[in-house]
């Protein structure tokens, strides 16, 4: 550890907060020592040195409202200054080499390209899909002529059910 005390008078600024955080709880330590010490003797309880030097505490002051104002506008005129230096700088840094662009023949070339390409590609699937009259699997169509066989031997059946006298299934 160290080889030097802790004294008052250290410059606290230069500890780490894990510094300091030990420091406070070293003095902790040593004021409790010091009270059961006193205790013991039946003298008088020593008075850290940091609390005896404080004074009562000072009241809250208290700013005007033209205090405020005149604080707030040398802000603001502050940042004006600041943003009017940092915004053109800022702007060219933004935008970077200017983008080339395609000239409408160019353009035009790409579109031809594109549609021949998409015309093949139909094609292809055109020549690959079957024929119409190749049965596709899905919804199935029936002639009007079988609907109307499916029918009239629906109608015979139940004729034939009523003249048997059930009604009932």
Wanted: proline share 7%; glycine share 6%; hydrophobic share 40%.
């Amino acid at each position: 550890m160290h080889d030097f005390p802790y004294t008052p008078t250290m410059n606290i600024e230069n500890l780490t907060p894990t510094q300091l955080r030990k420091a406070a709880d070293l003095q902790e330590k040593i004021e409790e020592l010091q009270h059961e010490l006193a205790e013991l003797d039946g003298g008088e309880i020593p008075i850290p040195f940091f609390k005896a030097k404080q004074g009562p505490k000072p009241g809250k002051r208290k700013m005007s409202a033209s205090a405020k104002a005149k604080i707030a506008a040398a802000q603001k005129k502050r940042w004006a200054t600041f943003h009017a230096k940092t915004k053109p700088a800022a702007k060219a840094e933004k935008k970077g080499p200017k983008k080339r662009g395609m000239s409408a023949e160019g353009k035009a070339k790409i579109a031809t390209a594109q549609k021949l390409r998409w015309s093949k590609v139909k094609a292809a699937k055109k020549a690959e899909a079957p024929a119409k009259s190749e049965a596709k699997p899905g919804k199935r169509k029936m002639s009007a002529a079988g609907r109307a066989a499916i029918a009239a031997g629906a109608r015979a059946r139940w004729a034939k059910i009523k003249a048997a006298g059930k009604t009932s299934l």
